[in-house]
């Protein structure tokens, strides 16, 4: 991979998407369609594929926003647990969003703070 630096760390921009596009715990949602969203934001290295973000979408699992419902190859179907809430957190700046029931931690992962 390039040496790319987003302006905002992935993992905050794909919570911003679902956010923004999913936020309904009924509704469900692929990586794949949040990776195209990713891509055409524009920050994100122009060299990923979806497998790049794998890691980050099990991490929302592994957090307790998401659910990973189904599976086909590379394409993941999530539904959230809860609905997500939008926070600052003081510690790196940053928006960041965060399901109801998710522990209060910041998931820039350059910076972990409690919120």
Do not use: H
């Not at 919570?15 to 999913?22: D, G, L, M, N, P």
């Not at 891509?39 to 991490?59: M, Q, R, V, Y």
């Not at 419902?69 to 790196?92: G, H």
């Amino acid at each position: 991979m390039s040496g790319f630096t987003p302006t905002v760390p992935i993992a905050l921009q794909i919570r911003k998407i679902i956010f923004e596009k999913f936020n309904n715990v009924d509704t469900n949602f692929t990586n794949d369609e949040i990776f195209e969203m990713l891509k055409a934001n524009g920050d994100l290295d122009p060299s990923w594929i979806i497998d790049d973000t794998e890691s980050l979408f099990n991490d929302l699992c592994d957090s307790g926003l998401a659910r990973n419902i189904a599976q086909n190859f590379t394409t993941i179907y999530l539904k959230l647990f809860d609905p997500m809430e939008k926070l600052r957190c003081n510690a790196c700046g940053n928006d960041i969003y965060l399901g109801t029931s998710e522990e209060r931690i910041c998931p820039n992962t350059d910076c972990k703070s409690s919120i």
